[in-house]
Every structure is written in C-alpha cells, then in structure tokens.
DNA sequence: TATTTAATGTGATTTATATCACATTAAAAT
DNA sequence: ATTTTAATGTGATATAAATCACATTAAATA
C-alpha cells in the first residue's frame, strides 16, 4: 500500500513533500478493526501514532470507579498522540464503535517529519489545541450539567458531530452512554425514555431519531 | 529586555538559534501581575502567545453553573496556547494566584520558530500532549470521586506539585478550592475541618501542613 | 482603631441521582 | 427453533452532597 494513493489523508499529511510521503509509506502498517475490537489498551506498550482513517471510535480510561467514555472520534483523527509523545505506556484504550480502518505510524518517522517539515508541525499544533479546548468543555459539561442536560448534550453530538441526521443507530449500549456522560445505564434509559414521552424523540431499541431539536438545545442550556 | 539573558527560558526557547532569539525579544512584551490580577480574559481577543515565566496562575472558564478552576499551573509553562491557535477568542481565562512574571509574546512570530524549527515545534507538541493527557485524568478524578476523595488529591497536588513542602499557604479561598474540585465552600470547609479532626492536617486559616500524608494518599486512592 | 466587608464554619433540610431488585425484551449461541 | 446470555425498563429506597440559614471570624478600608 502507497500512501501517495491514501483517500484518507490527515489535514497534516497532506504538506508531507512526495518524498516524505513515500518514506511514510515505508513506515506505516494499515490494520482494519471491526466493530466492537480494541484499537490500542491502557498500560500496553506503544511506540506507533494511530491515525483513524474512517470509521468511529470510543476513546476510554478505567476511572476509580468505572470506566469513563473521554470522547467519541469520527475519522478522520490522530488517535494515539498523547500517549505516545510522552510515555511509552498507553495512557487510555481506544475501541471501535463502528467497522474502523487504522493507521500504525512509526514513532520516530513522525517525529522526523516533526522536525522537518514545519507546517506538518503546525497542523499537528493545531489539533492538539483544539484537543485540550475541546476536553476543558466536555469536562464543564460533565461536572455542572444535570443528566438530563448531558443526555440531550449527547444526542445533539450524535445527530450534529457525527451523523448530521435526525435519524441513526446509537453507537452505544445504554451501559457505555452512561459512561460517556457519567452516569448509570438506569438513569439514561429513564431520561431517554422521558424523552420520547414528551415527544421530543423516537426511539426503538438503538434506533433514535430527533423529533424536537429546540426541545433538548433548551434541556442542554438549562443543563 | 533582551531574550538571551532571560533566565525563565522554556523548554522550547531553549532550542531557538541566536537569531531566533534574537527575533523573540523584538516581539515579546514583558509584564507583572500581581496577586489576585487577570491576566486574560475568557470571550477578550487575543493575538499572543501567553508565557508565564515565575508565579502561580489559575485556568477557569464560566460553566453553565459556576466558574470551573480547569487547571492551576506553576511556572514555567505556555498559559495561552489551545485558546491562541485554534481561534482569535480567549476560551477561558487566568488569574494570578501570586505576583506573577508574564510574557506576551506575538503569535505570527511563534508560527514562525515552529514553521523554522522542528525541535522547538517537537518541545511545543510535547507539552501540549501532556496537557491533553493530564486534563483527562483530572477529569476522571473530579467525576469519579467523592468529595473527600477529591480534597485530598488537591491537597497533595499543593505539597507535590506546587510547594514541595509539607507546610504551605493555600493561594485559593474555600470557594475557589470548591471551584477546583466541583464543590461548594461549605463541603470544602467541612472536609478539610474533618482532616483536622482526624489529625491528618493542620489548618490555620490559609496555612496548611500535611501531618498524615499515608492517610491522604489512602483516601485520595479510596475516592 | 473602628467599621465595614468578605470569608469561613456548622447545623438542618432538600434534592438529584445512585443503588438495589426484579421484570421484560433483544440478541447470540446452540 | 430453542436456549442462553446480554441489554433494557422501571419502581422503591438509600445517600452524598447541595442548598439554606445564620453565627463567627478574618481582612480590608475608612
């Protein structure tokens, strides 16, 4: 496989010159993942960036009490910066929520193009920042939202962030959508169910479709 | 004020050639902050990078209930960089918890070492990785634990990271120290009286010491 | 030093949400 | 198709922590 090819590129790669992007092609392992698979585990060893080329993943961490959903990633993204960058252990699991396909990079081929190549650099820059803003609010949200606020949050990240349509398949058992939000599968099946009673969703089984969006913007902001 | 003979260089600066550094005095603002000052303001524009040379700041953003403390950092280290790239709008601001030394310096300027100079770009990445890294795990704590839990991590946060000594001024009132670990001043005020109670710290208004550090590090690991 | 203002302490009460317990349904495996 | 297992729904109860209310103390200001 060639990455020059590669209908998937990161918004960093592509100012990879023709000659990196053929060194990267050299250092590079493309792994597909099925639904439900683990991508990468806390606490093993990694020295590979990750980059999710399509597909959609729950990155997570084993909390002191259980395991918390720290975000939901749609392709296209880098998965494994982090951890990598400073610790040879991984810091959190990455698991695939849909049929993914992935990306192992080699460590010191990324870094060389870190070194090289200053806008390649930037781009990753960038991300990251948008990474730590994007963690401060989820936090915000997780910490002063009642549940009803933060499972409409999340309906809304479904339906705008990841399917833009009014209609999809939850990625997610009740179980992990707790997780996600931090809370338990019962509160979550309650609150949705609340919902379709007031007419705001429909739902069956893990099929969900948004009746009234004003409806759970408004439950979102009086959190 | 020359660059060359500043003695809070961060670990990136230090790989900037002479030259470079050269450039960064002639676009690097130097200013004090005193105690209990901003230093930026969530929602203010901003076209700088934000470097804190000496002193102790802290990270808050307005939630939809109440202001977050999102992170207190000690020098040195970069205060403005997810909010600077991604957007011309401060996402949170900083306040000086003590006399604080700042430097503002311009972001065209930084976009040029890190265009220039992969090293520094690489030192940029790496602190920016730990950030993301440790704001997950500060996330875990604060949605995952008790309240007792989370008093005694701050407290142990103080006497590790921040001060290194067992005795120490606590820079925040009751209500900012509730506003770090998502409480309210009242359940502060209570834990940390029962601490005292317990014999595991000394409170005298402000000054704290830790007498039990294994009893703080067992509640902080029981949550 | 006196006076005002802000910060802190502490009990009583309320509340959101977790936990427990069990029924029901869907999905997977045989 | 049948059995087993996993996921979901829903009421009753328990509980951590917020809120309220007021007293006390410390700090700032006149």
Redesign the interface.
């Known amino acids: 496989m060639n990455c020059i090819d590669c209908t998937f590129k990161s918004s960093a790669t592509k100012f990879l010159s023709k000659g990196e992007i053929e060194e990267l092609s050299h250092n590079c392992a493309h792994v597909e993942f099925k639904k439900g698979e683990k991508i990468f585990k806390e606490s093993s060893f990694s020295s590979n960036i990750i980059y999710l080329k399509s597909g959609l993943v729950k990155v997570h961490?084993l909390?002191?009490?259980?395991e918390?959903i720290?975000k939901i990633t749609k392709a296209s993204a880098f998965l494994g910066?982090?951890?990598?960058?400073?610790e040879k252990v991984n810091?959190?699991s990455a698991t695939a929520l849909e049929n993914c396909k992935v990306c192992f990079i080699d460590l010191e081929v990324f870094?060389h193009f870190?070194?090289?190549?200053?806008?390649f650099?930037?781009q990753?820059?960038?991300e990251?920042?948008?990474?730590?803003?994007d963690?401060?609010?989820?936090?915000?949200?997780?910490?002063?939202?009642q549940i009803t606020?933060r499972v409409a949050d999340a309906l809304l990240f479904f339906y705008h962030d990841i399917y833009e349509e009014k209609e999809f398949i939850l990625p997610l058992t009740r179980e992990e959508f707790g997780n996600y939000i931090?809370t338990t599968r019962e509160s979550v099946s309650r609150i949705i169910n609340d919902f379709q009673k007031d007419g705001i969703i429909k739902i069956k089984n893990k099929k969900i479709k948004i009746l009234k969006e004003e409806r759970l913007i408004n439950i979102s902001?009086k959190?």
Request: charge should be positive.
């Open positions: 961490i909390g002191p009490k259980n918390q720290t910066l982090p951890t990598t960058f400073n810091k959190y870094k870190i070194y090289k190549n200053g806008v650099a930037y990753i820059i960038t990251l920042c948008k990474n730590e803003i963690s401060f609010f989820r936090c915000l949200n997780r910490t002063q939202k606020g931090d902001e959190g």
